[in-house]
């Protein structure tokens, strides 16, 4: 069965340090990936999304990177946090196009103080 | 380009009491709709989908939802409101001829009272 993992659960980082968020997805092959952040009353906001290994498409300009070296592996990075990127992250995956079911992790709670 | 706007941020029901949230979308090409639920600090579980075919779909938990193209909505709704359908409930979109992204709306908190 598919399964997707992402750690850590819980984070608390100062401002300017860097940040390294990582999903990994077991049981399938070239799945779609996406990272979400979820703040408060405001949903989830779409960061990037990717299709393939080393294929990210951004979908807001931030202070955030995503790379996908791995098939199965999406990793959500920053040099330097800001106080504004506090939130909760979330992974995401589909077989295919996005008009399948979309499977989550169980997210990041990200604090930056 | 799809977006999503969800109706009232918060609703409150009685249990038992009919539950609707709204949901309503813009799409460029013809679109797949989708209803998630989120649990406190958890990640997202789909509770029902509209790709093509019949615009009425049933999901888990006796949900609903209804496609009406000519008014953009999707509506979810149950009959009777449990206490345990408490949640943050979230529409989303995506499309059709191999579109990839999957944008949500910004969710309605769903109360449900004795």
């Known amino acids: 069965s598919q399964t997707i993992h992402q750690w850590p659960a819980t984070l608390v980082q100062p401002v300017g340090s860097p940040l390294s968020l990582e999903c990994t997805v077991e049981?399938?092959?070239?799945?779609?990936l996406y990272w979400y952040r979820q703040a408060a009353g405001r949903g989830l906001q779409l960061l990037f999304y990717?299709?393939?290994?080393?294929?990210i498409s951004s979908e807001v300009p931030q202070n955030l990177s995503a790379s996908r070296p791995q098939d199965r592996q999406f990793i959500l990075s920053s040099k330097k946090l800001l106080l504004s990127d506090s939130g909760f992250y979330l992974c995401?995956?589909?077989?295919?196009?996005?008009?399948?079911?979309?499977?989550f992790g169980q997210g990041t709670r990200l604090t930056v103080v | 380009a799809q977006s999503v706007t969800q109706l009232g941020s918060h609703v409150s029901v009685s249990e038992g009491a009919l539950v609707l949230l709204r949901c309503n979308y813009s799409?460029?090409?013809?679109?797949?709709l989708f209803w998630y639920v989120q649990y406190p600090n958890q990640g997202l579980q789909l509770l029902l989908k509209?790709?093509?075919?019949?615009?009425l779909v049933k999901g888990i938990n006796g949900f609903e939802a209804e496609f009406k193209k000519s008014e953009t909505s999707f509506h979810l709704t149950k009959p009777s409101a449990h206490m345990s359908d408490a949640a943050e409930y979230f529409c989303?979109?995506?499309?059709?001829?191999?579109?990839?992204?999957?944008?949500f709306g910004a969710g309605t908190r769903l109360a449900v009272h004795p």
């Open positions: 995401a995956w589909v077989q295919g196009q996005a008009n399948t079911e979309a499977f």
């Open positions: 049981g399938t092959s070239n799945p779609n």
């Open positions: 990717s299709v393939g290994i080393g294929q």
């Open positions: 799409s460029s090409v013809p679109p797949y």
């Open positions: 509209y790709t093509t075919g019949a615009t």
């Open positions: 989303a979109v995506t499309g059709s001829g191999g579109y990839n992204k999957l944008i």
